[in-house]
């Protein structure tokens, strides 16, 4: 099936709806949307970090923290 949108006569606004729309569909099945072989890839390399000892990780009120005085 292809879909046909009037894009070049749709506001900015109007695309965005159709937009979360689609997400709002896609996310009722995750399981349909395929995961790229590199995610797969990087999440091993993440875990092995962490096994390894070599990941570090902050809490969420510290790195607020930092972001906040870093863009003051």
Known sequence: ???????????????????????DDLMRKPDDIPSPEWHNEVLSARAERVQNGEAHFKNFESVKSELRSEFE
């Open 1 to 23: 099936m292809q879909a046909s949108l009037p894009l070049n006569k749709m506001t900015t606004t109007e695309k965005l709806v159709v937009m979360n729309q689609i997400w």
